[in-house]
């Protein structure tokens, strides 16, 4: 079976300023090289719905969806907070990147495909219950998970972030749900300066000092993340694949290069394969140096096609 991709024009046009790293150019960046790859002609390609007001609700207070709607301007640019703002387009933009990660549990869930990814913006696993943050207005990853467990009466599901920066509004949602483990490394001391003392049987945070390079990032998912998963046995795994610990990612500083995402994507698949019966979906977080991006992206995406 393939693998989905899945986007939407929308996506492109949510535009925070060109000084802005996170850019439309970074699904530009993706989609290029898997092109020049030659893997994008493998992939089943959909645009993304929007997603519903149900769907959201899962995850976000009401208050929240409805503050968000009724800050989307008719030009021009608003603030949420320091780090994300709103144009014209963000609002369609937000609603389908959540979409896209409905759709794609979808297809893998009625066996349409075996895994999916999405390449979406904005991002979503800084949004918390209530609250925008960090480039995030709606958490995908989190929309997708609750319906999984909703929609198909999953009773166990994982989410596994190895964005370089902590999943905090990803673990504020599901911190209270022991049928989400959520496998987390990032950098830390760093933003958003959670993670580091809090984690839980189902909330498995590791994270890691600036500058680690690509033996403590593995060590750190073979020591804790792989056992865990196997205690757990994920019905459904949820990848938050932000790609900005890679060592030329000046957002960060860390020491990851394409070969650990190629590896940490084969032992996600693994654990899949076991306990999931190969069902994944990944949704893109982060990654702001943007060659750097669209060969990471791919390495992960190559794996997730099996070519």
């Known amino acids: 079976m393939q693998t989905a991709y899945i986007s ?59 503050s968000i709607e009724a800050a989307a301007p008719k030009q021009g640019l608003i603030h949420l907070d320091p780090d994300t703002a709103m144009n014209p387009y963000t609002l369609e933009a937000a609603l389908r990147a959540a979409g896209a990660a409905v759709l794609a549990t ?7 495909v075996e895994n999916a990814f999405c390449n979406i913006r904005p991002p979503g696993h800084h949004a918390t219950h209530n609250a925008s943050m960090g480039f995030c207005i709606f958490n995908n990853i989190a ?14 599901v994982a989410i596994v972030d190895f964005d370089v920066h902590h999943g905090n509004g ?18 830390h001391p760093f933003y958003p300066y959670s993670g580091a003392d809090s984690s839980n049987e189902h909330i498995i945070n590791v994270p890691l000092p600036a500058r680690s390079d690509a033996q403590a990032f593995r060590d750190a998912v073979t020591t ?30 860390m020491g990851l ?10 032992q996600i698949k693994a654990v899949a394969t076991k306990h999931a019966q190969k069902r ?7 990654g702001y140096a943007l060659h750097a991006l669209g060969r990471s992206a791919t390495a992960h995406i190559r794996v997730l096609c099996d070519l």
């Not at 979808?106 to 349409?112: E, I, K, W, Y």
């Not at 993340?225 to 990848?239: E, G, H, R, S, V």
Request: proline fraction near 4%; aromatic fraction near 8%; glycine fraction near 4%.
């Open 224 to 253: 804790h993340w792989l056992p865990k998963l196997d205690m757990f046995k994920p019905q459904m795994i949820f990848i938050s694949a932000g790609f900005d610990a890679h060592r030329e990612d000046d957002m960060a500083n």
């Open 8 to 66: 939407h024009p929308s996506c492109h046009k949510h535009d925070m300023g060109n000084d802005h790293p996170e850019s439309p150019a970074r699904l530009s960046a993706i989609e290029d090289q898997l092109i020049a790859s030659g893997i994008f002609s493998f992939l089943q390609q959909h645009d993304a719905p929007r997603v519903t007001h149900e769907q959201l609700a899962r995850v976000h207070a009401e208050n929240y969806i409805r």
């Open 143 to 156: 929309v997708a998970a609750a319906h999984a467990l909703a929609q198909y009466g999953l009773e166990r």
């Open 170 to 187: 990803t673990e504020d949602i599901f911190k209270d749900d022991n049928r989400v483990m959520l496998c987390s490394t990032f950098q």
């Open 257 to 266: 290069v394409e070969a650990d995402y190629t590896w940490v994507t084969q």
């Open 280 to 286: 994944i979906v990944s949704v893109l977080e982060g």
């Open 106 to 112: 979808d297809l893998v869930m009625t066996g349409q």
